[in-house]
């Protein structure tokens, strides 16, 4: 039942890309789909251990310029470079799972907007590597196996095999003893480090994962649209990828793939008036809190539970 | 239960989607996407731009639709911008694009559309790299800001030929390569450059880089801050005690130089569009009495870019030019003149204005006008200048 | 050049003065709040920019007098934070954990405001320069100040003193501070925490208000200025420790004048990442800040 | 004076006390001596208006106590010196007092108060400047007391007063309590160490697991047994 629903929230934008036949709207499903693959990253850590990294953008952007700079300065298939990428994010996710160990709930969040902040800062005054405020343009699409950029509904559909791959892989983690591990850490850490639990060591390896995920979805989403600038991977959008999950329902598979879908697309549809984005997402941020803090799917189940 | 429920909801997704971009073929006026920067920190020339060009439309079509310019919101994002981009390009299938204003965004636009081959005038945008060389499909209305660095020397060597100098710029794509041009020319100049300040995007106080300017003596010091920071910099620059003939702004809005403040009066700006140049055309003159009446100040460059866009669009139209293809085989020939200043609009082979610019001398400032005095005019060709090298 | 050497070293007092107190001043409203509630509010830095646009916009835009421009400001503000706090903060007060839900809760705030001052201002202008209520400059040799931000510092000043004399000398703000320092205690004395957690949040918005309209008479605002000074203030705050006004005024002061010094010798971006990295290390070692418990 | 009857506290699942009656009357001291865990704060907290019951009524003099606040319990004059630390330690002791007699709006009513505070403990007035932070657990509890007393109460509820305290500062405790009932005041105690609630209580509650065991006169429990090798033999 579940991988039903799971499937049909994948398959949504799939339904645009194939049933439309509209450019824009294939676009708009692949942004979709990279926030959905960012999304479910961001529950690894968010949903299964209770912490609110407000890096997430941050880490993915350390990719998504890494990505960059190793395809367009130093040639490299866009195949090799992004697992590359992805690697330094996780390897940067490695260093920000510090702060976990000594820091909780409020403290940690906000050493993560500090953070998140010190990144948009680096991103702008390290040029050499990032181009500053003026961002890297003409950013190639990812190649095929001729060798030439891959066209539209195509890279979507690759776009989707990596939010299915991801959403399969977290699923069977959260099967796995490491994933019962880490539902044990966020429910009682005291009671898991009675059991002999090592918080540490299995709340850095959902760090380590959770970044590599938005190391993927960094690289893909430079090469997606094509530009990589600082604004992409600031603090807003570290907030907005966690309205994603905590709107859809934090702590399920489905819940973030459902904030995604709902959410991403709103900037792209309101291309007329986009201030009112910010005021709609705002709005969101504070209904979601006040009156859905299981989010959306959260809410659905517990109505299904109690009848 | 959720299973029944979400076919509906990505049925209804697809179909707001749908609704939010009408395909409706009209192929009689001319489609211009306009990219612009509507919200985030870059609305206020976004909409500056769109004031101007939005009068100079509703003149055009007096008689008859001619342009229709089709305005997205890139909320000064140039992640956004290339998507818009692609939305006007793909969803409303237009001619050609127009709009940004600043660097950043601008180079998104052009990322795209040199990718899907889509002609884009760039009505307000000094970036030398949106018309590198292999430029194919960027024409840029505005001469590129290495060369208002370099006409920052040539001016302030026609006052005093051995003139020392000071920078304080804010650290933006647009100022640095400002700065660029400046130290290209100020070496083959013997001006010699004393300070050069950079200060970062956030800055907010200059109390202590002012004094440091003041205590390193310059003969003119070329200012550059980004938002606020521009005024508060003119300002403490003023209260350290430099004269007003000594500050040099490279570029000044309507809104801007009204901030400098009437203690500023003196001071020399080099801006491209004055709306009290005795040698505006009639239309310019009009152009200039229509926009107040809408938004009680004076246009300022911004506006008269963007206005003069639609007017050379118009007369492309008006010369038969249909179609991308039409409009770029058009762009590529044009030899006119601005509708306003009537100072020509040529392309060279990249894309770039053949460039001119004006320097002028703040003579009075009031609440909602400021008169200046025309001091230079000057014009060169890009050729002058490596401006391709200087900047990357 | 002697004359010169002292030109810039009282530049650097004049300026860590000025911007230290009134980092201060906004710092300490937050401080308030945070050490009252346990309210980060995130969205201090966008109220800081609303007061300001207010402030240009009746003063000068409108050209209201001072006496009718500054009390609308401060009432307009006062109402929004009072609505704020009446519909969706007062709900979290029961919470122990509450300050989680607030920081995401304020920075959900601080993108709606932002969105709306976009929405709005944005389309006027991209400075905001208030006109100065009095013209021309003292000079204290050698260095020349402006009478407005002689009165921006002496504002500012007086609104810190003011902030710590009632906090010491006044019943209710004794009980700001018992409610701070032991909440059950301070209930079991009589104090109406939820009463006295309305009255931090109105006066720690106030003082933020406060805060914007000496900057804007000081300097000039646009608006990026909302995010740079929730970062900075939040820097302060921590690294003073939440609810001690008195480290939010040294660490201001600190932090003013090693941006003053740092800019003397180095690059100001340098100075960006140290008040970050302060604020970094203040978290791991003490997060309750140098002053507070 | 005070009336618990049939008082029921549920934290969640768990019940901390379970149907208890118990009364206090004008001028008495009235012990509750009770395991960690026998729900003699949760009473105390009920009686302060810091907990709402599940269940029962707390009536004070003539009034039925259900849902005030602790500063209209205060108003009433019923006071609650809470366990640990009912001090603000980053106040001086006169502001502690100070804010003991927070409801109180005339300075002279409140200077009265703190000069008949400083005859009860002359140290506090040596110290009046001194950050209380500072001071030792004894001094600190001494302030804590002194600054309920700052609310001039009718009924003073001390909770576990004497824990953590060297055994002769517990005894100087115990004097005060003593004089202050002599003053006319009434108390209520509880303690887990009973040494103190025997020396100075007239009568004793035993709590154990939310339920009252015992409830006697002082010399009639003294002479049980079994009490007193289970409470007073321990400590």
């Given at each position: 039942m579940r991988i039903l629903v799971i499937a049909m929230v994948i398959a949504t934008p799939l339904v645009a890309i194939f049933g439309l036949r509209n450019d824009f709207l294939v676009f708009i499903a692949g942004i979709a789909l990279i926030h959905m693959l960012w999304a479910s990253g961001l529950n690894l850590l968010y949903g299964f251990t209770g912490l609110i990294p407000l890096t997430y953008a941050g880490i993915a952007g350390i990719s998504a310029y890494m990505t960059v700079h190793l395809v367009m300065r130093l040639g490299l298939s866009f195949w090799l470079a992004l697992p590359i990428g992805s690697a330094a994010a996780a390897l940067v996710g490695l260093l920000l799972s510090l702060p976990a160990i000594r820091l909780r709930g409020f403290y940690f969040a906000l050493s993560g907007m500090v953070i998140q902040s010190a990144f948009t800062i680096a991103f702008v005054y390290f040029p050499a590597y990032t181009n500053g405020d003026t961002g890297i343009a003409s950013v190639p699409r990812p190649t095929g196996f001729d060798g030439g950029a891959i066209p539209s509904p195509y890279m979507e559909c690759v776009l989707a095999l990596f939010v299915i791959a991801a959403v399969a892989g977290i699923g069977l983690t959260m099967r796995s003893r490491f994933g019962r591990t880490l539902i044990t850490i966020r429910?009682?850490?005291?009671?898991?480090?009675?059991?002999?639990?090592?918080?540490?060591?299995?709340?850095?390896?959902?760090?380590?994962?959770?970044?590599?995920?938005?190391?993927?979805?960094?690289?893909?989403?430079?090469?997606?649209?094509?530009?990589?600038?600082?604004?992409?991977?600031?603090?807003?959008?570290?907030?907005?990828?966690?309205?994603?999950?905590?709107?859809?329902?934090?702590?399920?598979?489905?819940?973030?793939?459902?904030?995604?879908?709902?959410?991403?697309?709103?900037?792209?549809?309101?291309?007329?008036?986009?201030?009112?984005?910010?005021?709609?997402?705002?709005v969101a941020i504070v209904l979601v809190t006040l009156f859905l803090p299981q989010g959306i799917y959260g809410f659905v189940l517990k109505r299904k539970a109690r009848t | 239960m959720l299973g029944r429920f979400l076919p509906k909801l990505s049925v209804l997704v697809c179909a707001m989607a749908a609704m939010a971009g009408p395909a409706l073929a009209a192929d009689q006026p001319l489609k211009v996407g306009w990219n612009s920067e509507l919200s985030g920190v870059w609305t206020f020339f976004g909409n500056a731009c769109l004031d101007g060009a939005r009068l100079a439309e509703t003149e055009v079509n007096a008689k008859g639709k001619k342009i229709d310019l089709i305005v997205q919101d890139n909320q000064s994002n140039p992640a956004q911008a290339a998507a818009v981009a692609r939305s006007l390009d793909t969803q409303e299938k237009v001619d050609l694009l127009s709009g940004p204003t600043n660097a950043d965004v601008s180079l998104a636009v052009y990322g795209y559309a040199e990718d899907a081959k889509l002609p884009v005038l760039m009505p307000v945008a000094a970036f030398p790299q949106l018309t590198k060389p292999g430029t194919k499909q960027v024409f840029r209305m505005e001469p590129d800001a290495v060369g208002w660095g370099y006409a920052a020397v040539k001016f302030i060597k026609t006052m005093k030929s051995d003139a020392k100098i000071g920078v304080m710029m804010s650290d933006f794509a647009v100022n640095r390569a400002i700065l660029a041009g400046l130290k290209y020319q100020a070496e083959r100049d013997g001006i010699a450059i004393v300070a050069e300040m950079l200060f970062p995007q956030s800055a907010s106080d200059a109390?202590?880089?002012?004094?440091?300017?003041?205590?390193?003596?310059?003969?003119?010091?070329?200012?550059?801050?980004?938002?606020?920071?521009?005024?508060?910099?003119?300002?403490?620059?003023?209260?350290?005690?430099?004269?007003?003939?000594?500050?040099?702004?490279?570029?000044?809005?309507?809104?801007?130089?009204?901030?400098?403040?009437?203690?500023?009066?003196?001071?020399?700006?080099?801006?491209?569009?004055?709306?009290?140049?005795?040698?505006?055309?009639?239309?310019?003159?009009?152009?200039?009495?229509?926009?107040?009446?809408?938004?009680?100040?004076?246009?300022?460059?911004?506006?008269?870019?963007?206005?003069?866009?639609?007017?050379?669009?118009?007369?492309?139209?008006?010369?038969?030019?249909?179609?991308?293809?039409g409009i770029r085989a058009a762009l590529r020939e044009v030899n006119t003149k601005e509708v306003t200043t009537g100072v020509p609009i040529r392309f060279d082979q990249n894309g770039a204005r053949i460039e001119y610019m004006y320097l002028m001398q703040l003579k009075s400032l009031s609440k909602d006008d400021f008169k200046t005095e025309k001091v230079n005019y000057m014009e060169w060709s890009p050729e002058v200048l490596p401006v391709y090298d200087l900047v990357r | 050049?002697?004359?010169?050497?002292?030109?810039?070293?009282?530049?650097?007092?004049?300026?860590?003065?000025?911007?230290?107190?009134?980092?201060s001043v906004v710092a300490a409203g937050l401080s308030l709040i945070h050490g009252t509630i346990l309210l980060p509010q995130a969205a201090n830095g966008q109220v800081f920019l609303g007061a300001g646009l207010l402030f240009w916009l009746f003063g000068t835009?409108?050209?209201?007098?001072?006496?009718?421009?500054?009390?609308?400001?401060?009432?307009?503000?006062?109402?929004?934070?009072?609505?704020?706090?009446?519909?969706i903060l007062k709900r979290f007060y029961p919470?122990?954990?509450?300050?989680?839900?607030?920081?995401?809760?304020?920075?959900?705030?601080?993108?709606?405001?932002?969105?709306?001052?976009?929405?709005?201002?944005?389309?006027?202008?991209?400075?905001?320069?208030?006109?100065?209520?009095?013209?021309?400059?003292?000079?204290?040799?050698?260095?020349?100040?402006?009478?407005?931000?002689?009165?921006?510092?002496?504002?500012?000043?007086?609104?810190?003193?003011?902030?710590?004399?009632?906090?010491?000398?006044?019943?209710?703000?004794?009980?700001?501070?018992?409610?701070?320092?032991?909440?059950?205690?301070?209930?079991?004395?009589?104090?109406?925490?939820?009463?006295?957690?309305?009255?931090?949040?109105?006066?720690?918005?106030a003082i933020t208000t406060a805060g914007g309209i000496l900057f804007a008479l000081a300097f000039a605002l646009d608006l990026t200025v909302g995010w740079t000074i929730s970062l900075i203030t939040f820097s302060i705050m921590i690294v003073g420790g939440p609810g001690s006004v008195v480290g939010a005024l040294v660490v201001g002061l600190v932090f003013g004048f090693t941006q003053a010094i740092v800019s003397v010798f180095a690059d100001p971006t340098v100075a960006t990442f140290a008040y970050l990295l302060a604020m970094l290390a203040m978290l791991f070692i003490r997060p309750s800040g140098l002053f507070a418990k | 004076m005070l009336e618990l009857q049939k008082l029921v506290i549920r934290y969640g699942d768990f019940l901390a006390v379970d149907g208890v009656d118990m009364t206090v009357k004008q001028g008495e001291i009235v012990g509750i001596i009770g395991p960690n865990g026998a729900g003699k704060t949760s009473l105390l907290n009920a009686a302060a208006g810091l907990v709402r019951p599940f269940s029962g009524s707390v009536r004070f003099g003539a009034d039925l106590l259900e849902d005030a606040t602790p500063d209209v319990r205060l108003a009433h004059g019923l006071v609650l010196v809470p366990e640990v630390r009912g001090v603000f330690p980053m106040m001086s002791v006169h502001e502690n007092l100070l804010v003991g007699a927070y409801l109180c709006r005339s300075t002279q009513e409140v200077a009265r108060r703190i000069e008949r505070v400083h005859r009860l403990f002359p140290i506090l007035k040596d110290r009046r400047a001194q950050m209380v932070g500072t001071m030792s657990g004894g001094q600190q509890q001494m302030v804590a007391i002194a600054s309920g007393l700052m609310a001039s109460p009718k009924l003073l509820m001390l909770d576990e007063p004497s824990i953590g305290l060297a055994p002769v500062i517990i005894k100087e405790i115990g004097r005060t309590l003593g004089r202050l009932r002599d003053e006319g005041l009434t108390i209520l105690l509880s303690e887990q160490n009973a040494k103190l609630a025997t020396a100075i209580a007239d009568r004793i509650y035993v709590v154990q697991a939310g339920r009252i065991q015992m409830a006697r006169t002082t010399e009639s429990l003294l002479d049980d047994p079994k009490f007193v090798e289970s409470f007073l033999s321990l400590s």
């Open positions: 429910e009682d850490e005291d009671l898991a480090r009675a059991l002999g639990i090592n918080v540490t060591l299995n709340r850095t390896a959902a760090f380590i994962i959770s970044s590599f995920i938005a190391g993927l979805g960094g690289g893909l989403y430079a090469h997606y649209i094509g530009f990589a600038s600082p604004r992409a991977f600031d603090v807003l959008i570290s907030l907005n990828l966690w309205l994603m999950v905590a709107m859809g329902g934090r702590g399920t598979l489905v819940g973030p793939l459902l904030g995604a879908l709902l959410l991403a697309p709103l900037p792209y549809l309101l291309v007329q008036y986009t201030w009112v984005k910010d005021v709609i997402y705002g | 109390t202590v880089q002012t004094a440091q300017m003041k205590a390193k003596k310059p003969d003119f010091v070329i200012l550059a801050g980004g938002g606020a920071f521009d005024a508060t910099l003119t300002r403490q620059m003023l209260d350290v005690g430099f004269k007003p003939e000594q500050l040099y702004h490279p570029y000044g809005s309507t809104k801007q130089i009204m901030t400098w403040g009437e203690r500023s009066i003196g001071s020399y700006f080099g801006t491209f569009f004055d709306h009290n140049l005795p040698n505006l055309t009639e239309q310019g003159k009009a152009f200039v009495e229509n926009f107040r009446k809408v938004k009680n100040y004076p246009p300022g460059y911004t506006e008269n870019y963007c206005y003069s866009t639609v007017y050379l669009l118009n007369e492309l139209v008006d010369k038969g030019a249909k179609g991308r293809d | 050049m002697l004359e010169e050497n002292l030109l810039v070293v009282f530049s650097v007092i004049t300026s860590g003065l000025l911007v230290g107190t009134i980092f835009e409108w050209e209201w007098p001072l006496w009718l421009a500054v009390p609308t400001t401060f009432l307009i503000i006062g109402f929004l934070a009072f609505a704020c706090e009446a519909t919470l122990e954990d509450r300050n989680i839900s607030y920081l995401i809760i304020t920075l959900g705030i601080a993108q709606i405001l932002s969105g709306i001052y976009t929405g709005t201002f944005g389309r006027i202008s991209d400075t905001f320069q208030v006109t100065a209520p009095v013209n021309g400059f003292a000079i204290i040799e050698p260095v020349p100040i402006a009478y407005t931000r002689l009165i921006a510092f002496v504002l500012a000043g007086s609104v810190l003193g003011g902030l710590v004399a009632f906090l010491r000398l006044h019943r209710i703000g004794r009980a700001l501070r018992a409610v701070f320092q032991n909440r059950e205690a301070a209930r079991l004395r009589g104090i109406d925490t939820l009463k006295i957690y309305r009255f931090a949040f109105l006066l720690g918005t | -």
